[in-house]
Protein backbone atom coordinates (compact mmCIF):
# COMPACT_ATOMS: atom_id res chain seq x y z
CA UNK A 1 0.00 0.00 0.00
CA UNK A 2 1.28 3.55 -1.00
CA UNK A 3 2.54 5.30 1.99
CA UNK A 4 0.17 8.76 1.08
CA UNK A 5 -3.51 9.04 3.24
CA UNK A 6 -5.91 9.44 0.56
CA UNK A 7 -9.84 9.41 1.34
CA UNK A 8 -12.91 10.53 -0.51
CA UNK A 9 -15.34 11.93 1.23
CA UNK A 10 -18.88 12.47 -0.32
CA UNK A 11 -22.30 13.46 1.31
CA UNK A 12 -25.26 11.93 0.22
CA UNK A 13 -28.39 13.04 1.28
CA UNK A 14 -28.17 12.66 5.39
CA UNK A 15 -25.43 10.20 4.51
CA UNK A 16 -21.36 10.95 4.98
CA UNK A 17 -19.64 8.76 2.69
CA UNK A 18 -15.62 8.02 3.33
CA UNK A 19 -14.14 6.02 0.61
CA UNK A 20 -10.44 4.30 1.16
CA UNK A 21 -8.56 2.10 -1.22
CA UNK A 22 -7.77 -1.16 -0.54
CA UNK A 23 -4.94 -3.11 -1.69
CA UNK A 24 -7.31 -6.25 -3.41
CA UNK A 25 -9.57 -6.29 -6.50
CA UNK A 26 -12.89 -4.97 -4.80
CA UNK A 27 -10.32 -1.71 -5.35
CA UNK A 28 -11.85 0.32 -2.29
CA UNK A 29 -14.00 -0.03 1.19
CA UNK A 30 -16.53 2.64 2.04
CA UNK A 31 -17.85 3.34 5.51
CA UNK A 32 -20.91 5.44 6.06
CA UNK A 33 -21.29 8.12 8.40
CA UNK A 34 -24.95 8.83 9.69
CA UNK A 35 -25.76 11.39 12.17
CA UNK A 36 -28.76 10.64 14.22
CA UNK A 37 -29.01 14.48 16.33
CA UNK A 38 -25.41 15.09 18.13
CA UNK A 39 -24.64 11.48 17.74
CA UNK A 40 -23.06 9.52 14.72
CA UNK A 41 -23.62 5.78 13.69
CA UNK A 42 -20.73 4.84 11.39
CA UNK A 43 -21.34 1.49 9.18
CA UNK A 44 -18.64 -1.28 9.16
CA UNK A 45 -15.14 -0.82 10.72
CA UNK A 46 -12.69 -1.55 7.42
CA UNK A 47 -9.45 -2.42 7.15
CA UNK A 48 -6.78 -2.68 9.65
CA UNK A 49 -3.83 -2.52 7.20
CA UNK A 50 -1.75 -0.53 5.74
CA UNK A 51 -2.66 3.48 5.58
CA UNK A 52 -6.53 2.43 6.17
CA UNK A 53 -6.89 3.28 9.55
CA UNK A 54 -4.77 6.80 9.50
CA UNK A 55 -6.65 7.94 6.66
CA UNK A 56 -10.70 6.91 8.07
CA UNK A 57 -9.71 9.23 11.46
CA UNK A 58 -8.07 11.78 8.94
CA UNK A 59 -10.99 12.07 7.29
CA UNK A 60 -13.02 11.85 10.52
CA UNK A 61 -11.27 14.71 11.95
CA UNK A 62 -11.46 16.48 8.47
CA UNK A 63 -15.68 16.44 8.46
CA UNK A 64 -15.17 17.79 12.35
CA UNK A 65 -16.08 14.23 14.14
CA UNK A 66 -14.03 12.85 16.68
CA UNK A 67 -14.22 9.08 17.83
CA UNK A 68 -15.65 10.32 20.64
CA UNK A 69 -18.90 11.03 18.66
CA UNK A 70 -19.15 7.88 17.32
CA UNK A 71 -22.02 6.30 19.34
CA UNK A 72 -22.39 2.54 17.37
CA UNK A 73 -20.41 0.80 15.12
CA UNK A 74 -22.61 -1.48 13.05
CA UNK A 75 -20.55 -5.01 11.40
CA UNK A 76 -22.44 -6.21 8.41
CA UNK A 77 -20.11 -9.19 8.48
CA UNK A 78 -16.73 -10.89 9.75
CA UNK A 79 -14.30 -10.25 6.63
CA UNK A 80 -11.35 -8.69 6.84
CA UNK A 81 -12.87 -5.04 5.23
CA UNK A 82 -15.48 -4.91 7.49
CA UNK A 83 -14.23 -5.51 11.03
CA UNK A 84 -10.71 -4.28 10.76
CA UNK A 85 -10.77 -0.98 13.40
CA UNK A 86 -13.19 -2.59 15.68
CA UNK A 87 -9.86 -2.28 18.64
CA UNK A 88 -8.87 1.02 17.15
CA UNK A 89 -12.56 2.89 17.75
CA UNK A 90 -12.61 1.18 20.92
CA UNK A 91 -9.41 2.45 22.34
CA UNK A 92 -9.88 5.94 20.98
CA UNK A 93 -13.47 5.94 22.59
CA UNK A 94 -14.32 3.09 25.03
CA UNK A 95 -18.16 3.98 25.51
CA UNK A 96 -18.56 2.96 21.28
CA UNK A 97 -21.19 0.47 21.30
CA UNK A 98 -20.02 -2.09 19.16
CA UNK A 99 -23.26 -4.11 16.94
CA UNK A 100 -22.99 -7.27 15.14
CA UNK A 101 -24.56 -10.37 14.13
CA UNK A 102 -24.51 -13.48 16.98
CA UNK A 103 -22.91 -15.73 13.92
CA UNK A 104 -20.44 -13.19 13.32
CA UNK A 105 -19.47 -12.85 16.67
CA UNK A 106 -19.92 -16.01 17.71
CA UNK A 107 -17.62 -17.24 14.62
CA UNK A 108 -14.49 -14.61 15.47
CA UNK A 109 -14.80 -15.38 18.67
CA UNK A 110 -13.82 -19.08 18.03
CA UNK A 111 -11.81 -18.82 15.25
CA UNK A 112 -9.55 -16.27 16.65
CA UNK A 113 -8.68 -18.02 19.92
CA UNK A 114 -5.76 -19.73 19.91
CA UNK A 115 -6.84 -22.62 21.99
CA UNK A 116 -8.99 -23.45 19.04
CA UNK A 117 -6.90 -23.42 15.93
CA UNK A 118 -6.53 -27.44 16.10
CA UNK A 119 -10.37 -27.04 16.56
CA UNK A 120 -10.32 -24.87 13.14
CA UNK A 121 -7.77 -27.19 11.63
CA UNK A 122 -10.10 -29.79 11.74
CA UNK A 123 -13.54 -28.29 10.90
CA UNK A 124 -11.25 -26.85 7.80
CA UNK A 125 -10.35 -30.40 6.87
CA UNK A 126 -13.68 -31.90 7.53
CA UNK A 127 -15.33 -28.76 5.00
CA UNK A 128 -11.93 -29.39 2.58
CA UNK A 129 -12.74 -33.21 2.27
CA UNK A 130 -16.22 -32.62 1.20
CA UNK A 131 -14.96 -30.38 -1.04
CA UNK A 132 -12.49 -32.98 -2.59
CA UNK A 133 -15.74 -34.90 -2.78
CA UNK A 134 -17.23 -32.92 -5.47
CA UNK A 135 -14.55 -32.71 -7.78
CA UNK A 136 -11.15 -30.96 -6.31
CA UNK A 137 -7.83 -32.79 -6.66
CA UNK A 138 -5.58 -33.48 -2.94
CA UNK A 139 -3.05 -30.83 -4.43
CA UNK A 140 -6.13 -27.96 -4.04
CA UNK A 141 -7.34 -29.19 -1.14
CA UNK A 142 -4.06 -28.65 0.54
CA UNK A 143 -3.43 -25.25 -0.45
CA UNK A 144 -7.32 -24.32 0.57
CA UNK A 145 -6.44 -25.51 4.00
CA UNK A 146 -3.68 -23.29 4.14
CA UNK A 147 -5.87 -20.33 2.56
CA UNK A 148 -8.80 -20.79 5.18
CA UNK A 149 -6.30 -21.30 8.55
CA UNK A 150 -4.79 -17.78 7.50
CA UNK A 151 -7.47 -16.14 7.98
CA UNK A 152 -8.48 -16.46 11.83
CA UNK A 153 -4.34 -15.53 12.31
CA UNK A 154 -5.27 -11.97 11.11
CA UNK A 155 -8.21 -11.41 13.27
CA UNK A 156 -8.55 -10.07 16.21
CA UNK A 157 -11.08 -10.62 18.61
CA UNK A 158 -12.87 -7.66 20.51
CA UNK A 159 -16.30 -8.54 22.26
CA UNK A 160 -18.91 -6.69 20.63
CA UNK A 161 -21.26 -4.45 23.01
CA UNK A 162 -24.33 -5.55 21.23
CA UNK A 163 -25.49 -8.38 19.67
CA UNK A 164 -27.87 -8.36 16.90
CA UNK A 165 -30.44 -11.09 15.90
CA UNK A 166 -33.08 -11.21 12.77
CA UNK A 167 -35.41 -8.25 12.84
CA UNK A 168 -33.96 -6.85 16.03
CA UNK A 169 -34.44 -2.77 16.12
CA UNK A 170 -32.12 -0.47 17.55
CA UNK A 171 -33.59 2.47 18.59
CA UNK A 172 -30.95 6.04 18.65
CA UNK A 173 -32.89 8.69 19.86
CA UNK A 174 -35.98 8.68 17.11
CA UNK A 175 -34.25 6.43 14.95
CA UNK A 176 -35.00 3.00 14.29
CA UNK A 177 -32.53 0.94 12.17
CA UNK A 178 -34.00 -2.54 11.71
CA UNK A 179 -31.58 -5.51 11.21
CA UNK A 180 -32.17 -7.86 8.31
CA UNK A 181 -30.13 -11.04 8.67
CA UNK A 182 -28.77 -11.31 5.28
CA UNK A 183 -26.66 -14.94 4.91
CA UNK A 184 -24.87 -15.68 1.85
CA UNK A 185 -21.92 -13.84 1.73
CA UNK A 186 -21.20 -14.52 5.07
CA UNK A 187 -23.30 -16.14 7.23
CA UNK A 188 -23.75 -13.69 9.95
CA UNK A 189 -23.98 -11.04 7.53
CA UNK A 190 -26.64 -7.99 8.42
CA UNK A 191 -28.41 -4.91 6.21
CA UNK A 192 -29.36 -2.13 8.51
CA UNK A 193 -32.14 -0.62 7.32
CA UNK A 194 -33.16 2.91 8.54
CA UNK A 195 -37.09 3.49 7.96
CA UNK A 196 -37.15 6.82 8.31
CA UNK A 197 -35.14 7.96 5.03
CA UNK A 198 -35.50 5.01 2.98
CA UNK A 199 -31.44 4.15 3.07
CA UNK A 200 -30.31 0.58 3.10
CA UNK A 201 -26.95 -0.05 4.46
CA UNK A 202 -26.02 -3.14 2.11
CA UNK A 203 -22.43 -4.19 3.57
CA UNK A 204 -21.27 -6.73 0.59
CA UNK A 205 -24.79 -8.40 0.00
CA UNK A 206 -25.92 -5.81 -2.51
CA UNK A 207 -23.27 -4.14 -4.19
CA UNK A 208 -24.17 -2.17 -7.62
CA UNK A 209 -21.97 -4.03 -10.69
CA UNK A 210 -21.09 -7.83 -9.04
CA UNK A 211 -23.07 -10.49 -7.58
CA UNK A 212 -21.47 -11.12 -4.20
CA UNK A 213 -19.55 -14.67 -3.81
CA UNK A 214 -21.98 -16.72 -2.33
CA UNK A 215 -20.38 -18.95 0.40
CA UNK A 216 -19.22 -21.93 1.60
CA UNK A 217 -18.55 -21.48 5.69
CA UNK A 218 -16.31 -23.14 8.41
CA UNK A 219 -18.32 -22.95 11.62
CA UNK A 220 -18.26 -24.49 15.07
CA UNK A 221 -20.65 -26.82 17.30
CA UNK A 222 -22.11 -23.44 19.16
CA UNK A 223 -23.30 -22.68 16.03
CA UNK A 224 -24.30 -25.47 14.80
CA UNK A 225 -26.28 -25.88 17.93
CA UNK A 226 -28.22 -23.01 17.51
CA UNK A 227 -29.05 -22.71 14.24
CA UNK A 228 -29.64 -26.25 14.04
CA UNK A 229 -33.11 -25.96 12.60
CA UNK A 230 -31.06 -23.99 9.13
CA UNK A 231 -30.19 -26.19 6.24
CA UNK A 232 -27.05 -23.56 5.58
CA UNK A 233 -25.89 -25.85 2.93
CA UNK A 234 -29.15 -24.76 0.54
CA UNK A 235 -27.11 -21.02 1.31
CA UNK A 236 -28.44 -19.69 -1.85
CA UNK A 237 -31.97 -20.14 -0.65
CA UNK A 238 -31.11 -17.91 2.39
CA UNK A 239 -29.47 -15.55 0.02
CA UNK A 240 -32.42 -14.74 -2.54
CA UNK A 241 -34.63 -15.03 0.32
CA UNK A 242 -32.95 -12.03 1.96
CA UNK A 243 -32.66 -10.34 -1.35
CA UNK A 244 -36.46 -10.47 -1.56
CA UNK A 245 -37.57 -9.27 2.27
CA UNK A 246 -35.32 -6.47 1.16
CA UNK A 247 -37.13 -5.98 -1.86
CA UNK A 248 -40.65 -5.89 0.13
CA UNK A 249 -38.80 -3.12 1.54
CA UNK A 250 -38.97 -1.03 -1.03
CA UNK A 251 -35.88 1.34 0.08
CA UNK A 252 -34.55 4.43 -1.38
CA UNK A 253 -31.13 3.98 -1.77
CA UNK A 254 -28.75 1.33 -1.30
CA UNK A 255 -25.47 2.32 0.36
CA UNK A 256 -23.09 -0.77 0.11
CA UNK A 257 -19.40 -1.41 0.94
CA UNK A 258 -17.91 -1.59 -2.61
CA UNK A 259 -18.71 -0.21 -5.78
CA UNK A 260 -21.66 2.55 -6.31
CA UNK A 261 -24.16 3.40 -4.08
CA UNK A 262 -27.29 2.47 -5.63
CA UNK A 263 -30.20 4.80 -6.42
CA UNK A 264 -32.85 1.96 -8.24
CA UNK A 265 -32.63 -0.70 -5.61
CA UNK A 266 -35.60 -2.63 -7.35
CA UNK A 267 -34.08 -2.46 -10.61
CA UNK A 268 -30.58 -3.58 -9.21
CA UNK A 269 -32.25 -6.20 -6.96
CA UNK A 270 -34.59 -7.74 -9.47
CA UNK A 271 -31.12 -7.73 -12.03
CA UNK A 272 -29.26 -9.82 -9.34
CA UNK A 273 -32.21 -11.95 -8.94
CA UNK A 274 -31.99 -12.65 -12.48
CA UNK A 275 -28.30 -13.40 -12.61
CA UNK A 276 -29.07 -16.28 -10.61
CA UNK A 277 -31.75 -17.51 -12.60
CA UNK A 278 -29.90 -17.71 -15.37
CA UNK A 279 -26.75 -19.53 -14.04
CA UNK A 280 -29.57 -22.24 -12.28
CA UNK A 281 -30.58 -22.60 -16.02
CA UNK A 282 -27.30 -22.94 -17.37
CA UNK A 283 -25.90 -25.33 -14.88
CA UNK A 284 -28.97 -27.58 -14.80
CA UNK A 285 -28.42 -27.62 -18.89
CA UNK A 286 -24.73 -28.49 -18.65
CA UNK A 287 -25.55 -31.52 -16.64
CA UNK A 288 -28.51 -33.04 -18.46
CA UNK A 289 -27.87 -36.37 -19.29
CA UNK A 290 -24.47 -35.75 -18.21
CA UNK A 291 -23.28 -36.34 -15.02
CA UNK A 292 -20.68 -34.15 -13.43
CA UNK A 293 -18.51 -33.01 -10.15
CA UNK A 294 -19.42 -29.46 -8.86
CA UNK A 295 -16.04 -28.54 -9.78
CA UNK A 296 -16.17 -29.83 -13.48
CA UNK A 297 -19.03 -27.39 -13.94
CA UNK A 298 -17.48 -24.93 -12.50
CA UNK A 299 -14.47 -25.07 -15.11
CA UNK A 300 -17.13 -25.04 -17.72
CA UNK A 301 -18.60 -21.62 -16.15
CA UNK A 302 -15.02 -20.06 -15.04
CA UNK A 303 -12.33 -21.70 -16.90
CA UNK A 304 -9.09 -22.40 -15.74
CA UNK A 305 -8.45 -20.53 -12.39
CA UNK A 306 -5.97 -19.98 -9.87
CA UNK A 307 -6.57 -21.92 -6.57
CA UNK A 308 -8.51 -19.78 -4.44
CA UNK A 309 -10.48 -18.42 -7.04
CA UNK A 310 -11.43 -22.46 -8.21
CA UNK A 311 -12.35 -22.89 -4.86
CA UNK A 312 -14.91 -19.72 -5.17
CA UNK A 313 -15.75 -20.88 -8.59
CA UNK A 314 -16.86 -24.06 -7.07
CA UNK A 315 -18.67 -22.53 -4.09
CA UNK A 316 -21.05 -20.71 -6.26
CA UNK A 317 -21.77 -23.62 -8.38
CA UNK A 318 -22.40 -25.83 -5.42
CA UNK A 319 -24.57 -23.40 -3.82
CA UNK A 320 -26.18 -23.47 -6.77
CA UNK A 321 -26.75 -26.91 -7.23
CA UNK A 322 -27.47 -27.15 -3.79
CA UNK A 323 -30.52 -25.18 -4.74
CA UNK A 324 -31.89 -27.04 -7.55
CA UNK A 325 -31.37 -30.67 -5.50
CA UNK A 326 -33.49 -28.90 -3.07
CA UNK A 327 -36.35 -28.42 -5.40
CA UNK A 328 -36.26 -31.54 -6.76
CA UNK A 329 -34.37 -30.67 -10.59
CA UNK A 330 -30.96 -32.31 -9.71
CA UNK A 331 -30.01 -35.38 -8.39
CA UNK A 332 -26.42 -36.08 -7.14
CA UNK A 333 -24.75 -39.73 -7.11
CA UNK A 334 -21.87 -41.18 -5.52
CA UNK A 335 -19.26 -42.93 -8.17
CA UNK A 336 -14.90 -43.74 -6.73
CA UNK A 337 -16.07 -41.75 -3.52
CA UNK A 338 -16.49 -38.25 -5.89
CA UNK A 339 -20.30 -36.71 -6.23
CA UNK A 340 -21.96 -36.35 -9.62
CA UNK A 341 -24.73 -34.47 -10.66
CA UNK A 342 -27.37 -35.07 -12.90
CA UNK A 343 -30.66 -33.83 -14.37
ZN1 LIG B 1 -16.15 -6.46 1.50
Redesign the pocket.
Known amino acids: MEDKLSYEISEIEDVIQIKIDVPFD?KF?YVYLLKIKEEYILFDAGLNMGNWPKSFFAALKRIGVSPKNLSHCIISHN?M??IGLIGKLRRKNPSIQIAMHDITNKKMKWETNPENFSKVKEETKKLTSQLIRYGLNEEQGKRIIRYFLTWPKMKKYYKPDIILENNDCLLIRNDKLNVIWTPGHALGHICIYEEKRGYLFS??HILSRITPHIGIFIINDSIREKYKDFDFENILKFYLNSLEEIRKLNPKIIFP??QEVIYDPIERINAIKKHHEKRLHEISDVIKGNPMTPYEISKIHFGELDEINSFLALSEVLAHLIYLESQGKVQRKEKNQKIFFIT
Open positions: VVHDHGDAH
